[in-house]
């Protein structure tokens, strides 16, 4: 509790007086600790030092801190909501932070929290910088899993979501803003960042005052894909709703927030402000919305059992009415793909996916399949499931060669059991390496002999000759489909179809809209249609992106 609150209770307890009271706070025991953050009036938080880190602490920390400044609470309640861990470049949209004035930007929530040591920064291979609550590396190891499932099942929803509006023509088409990946490309409105944004010129949201153009009003939309969301959860977006209606010049807005279900209460204010509770049911239907939910169990449970990835790549196909899932999904599905494999051909082994490393506090490599041959040898996978033909960049060869191959053999050897076993260290790869990169993996491969472990890349050709094995039809026609032949594995800007339509804009030329908005609409009057990608050959110039993330 508050030291003021403490000190109210202890005079009316002791009948002594409140300057009494707050001198004996002054000189308590090393037990009662305070939160290095300074509350309103010079107020602290105190607790018991047993009491650190547990659901009352977070939960009492937050009602504190909202009674003085609410930035601090939201953080607080959106990392909860998220399981504890946020992306960075989603932080500031979970949050309800703003870079606006009387606003305490997201920057210096993060930093004031991460000094008052609630708050850690954590890079976490595969996500990036990421905001986690400061529980230690036990806290993140179990709770990793949950988030990176998360993730991908909202990167599948937001996409399907684009694709839904974009049809409906709820936003200007083309011009759509997903949740940033990387710094500047947030879907801003107003003074907030959203996971959806999109300027709409419907009826009811456009400003059609003015005899030249109209002024556009907007979509925005976030999404949470949580068991059930309560009204903790989305007190965040409630105030970035309630705050951006209160800008003046601001366009009007059609603000939904997305979710698996609502609580009561969360269902009861959503409501009252104004704002679309939507389900992916309500937007997809049932099978697209069990489709979600189950690939969230599928994604949480793989670091600790085996996936079928037959099984996935139906669910895979169930998606296949979410626009966009396939390039988002079939990373997964090749890590899936690569663990059966390894099950079916090796002795008795224990698999691990996504396993994660550490160095001074920090996740600095993840091992896509992890495979210990008790006595034997350790093998450790890294997999990339390209278009096939295509190169694997110079730089995803050079990360995994210099970088995250020397952490895990490092690590590895300090282990004293492990470190007596045989150490291999292979790329999985569907596409082509460039010269460059060949070059790169065979003087790695020549300083690895010396050191005495190995280095070893499996091409196309050794995956099908690999699978062919397993002597499994179903697995068989599962790689075909989406690897080695691909009909189906093109990059996401073919396969979304909002990038092969040529559909006009209409009688008004949108593209001087104000910049307010931070959302820009396209300067040209047609999008262009996408072709489907050529073969690169090896000595290409320009290696294309990995579909395995």
């Given amino acids: 509790m508050t030291s003021g609150s403490l000190a109210a209770a202890l005079a009316a307890k002791l009948n002594i007086t409140p300057a009494a009271a707050r001198k004996r706070i002054e000189r308590r025991t090393l037990s009662v600790r305070a939160v290095n953050l300074v509350l309103p009036r010079g107020a602290q938080f105190l607790y018991l030092e047993s009491q650190y880190g547990s659901p009352k602490f977070w939960d009492r920390l937050a009602a504190a801190l909202m009674d003085g400044n609410g930035a601090y609470a939201r953080a607080i309640k959106a990392l909860t909501a998220r399981g504890g861990i946020v992306p960075a470049m989603h932080f500031s949209a979970a949050a309800g932070t703003s870079d606006g004035q009387r606003q305490i930007s ?9 000094d008052a040591e609630l708050l850690q920064m954590v890079e976490m291979p595969g996500v990036g910088p990421c905001v986690a609550f400061a529980r230690g590396d036990s806290y993140l190891d179990d709770r990793y899993p949950a988030v990176r499932a998360r993730l991908i099942a909202e990167r599948v929803l937001l996409q399907s979501i684009q694709e839904w509006a974009a049809k409906l023509g709820l936003g200007s088409f083309n011009s759509f803003k997903l949740r940033a990946d990387r710094t500047g490309t947030a879907p801003l409105v107003g003074a907030f960042s959203w996971d959806l944004s999109a300027p709409s010129f419907l ?52 603000q939904f927030f997305v979710a698996n279900r609502y609580s009561p209460g969360a269902l009861d204010l959503i409501r009252r402000a104004g704002i679309v509770p939507a389900t992916p049911e309500s937007l997809f239907g049932t099978d697209v919305a069990k489709a979600l939910l189950e690939l969230l169990r599928t994604l949480s449970q793989a670091a600790e059992k085996a996936v079928d990835p037959v099984l996935f790549s139906q669910l895979f196909e169930r998606l296949g009415k979410a626009e966009g899932a396939a390039g988002t999904l079939r990373g997964a599905l090749f890590e899936f793909v690569v663990a059966e494999v390894v099950r079916v051909l090796e002795p008795p082994a224990d698999i691990t996916l996504n396993k994660i490393y550490r160095e001074g506090g920090k996740d600095v490599a993840e091992v896509d399949v992890r495979v210990i041959v008790k006595n034997r040898y350790i093998r450790f996978i890294e997999c990339k499931g390209l278009v096939p033909g295509n190169l694997l960049s110079d730089d995803e060869v050079d990360k995994w060669l210099n970088k995250r191959l020397p952490v895990v053999l490092s690590q590895t050897r300090k282990n004293n059991e492990l470190s007596k076993l045989d150490l291999r260290f292979e790329l999985w790869v569907t596409g ?20 005495g472990y190995f280095i070893e890349v499996l091409y196309a050709a050794d995956i099908d000759h690999l699978v062919g094995l397993v002597k499994d039809p179903s697995l068989r026609k599962v790689v075909d489909q989406h690897f080695l032949q691909a009909p189906m594995a093109f990059p996401d800007a073919v396969i979304n179809p909002l990038s092969k339509r040529s559909i006009p804009q209409g009688l008004f030329g949108f593209e001087e809209v104000e910049p307010e908005t931070a959302v820009k609409l396209p300067s040209t009057s047609h999008i262009a249609i996408a072709a489907p990608p050529t073969p690169v050959s090896i000595a290409g110039p320009a290696p294309s992106q990995a579909l395995s993330r």
């Fill in 106 to 114: 997201s920057d210096e929530v993060v930093k004031r929290l991460v």
């Fill in 203 to 254: 009826g009811p949201l456009a400003d059609w005052s003015s005899s030249a153009k109209p002024k556009p009003g907007f979509l925005v939309i976030d999404v949470l894909m949580t068991e059930v969301v309560g009204v903790d959860d989305v007190s965040p977006f409630l105030y970035k709703c309630a705050t951006l209606r209160q800008f003046r010049g601001m366009g009007r807005c059609l």
């Fill in 432 to 451: 082509e390496l460039s010269t460059e990169a060949r070059a790169m993996v065979a003087v790695a491969q020549e300083r690895a002999a010396g050191k």
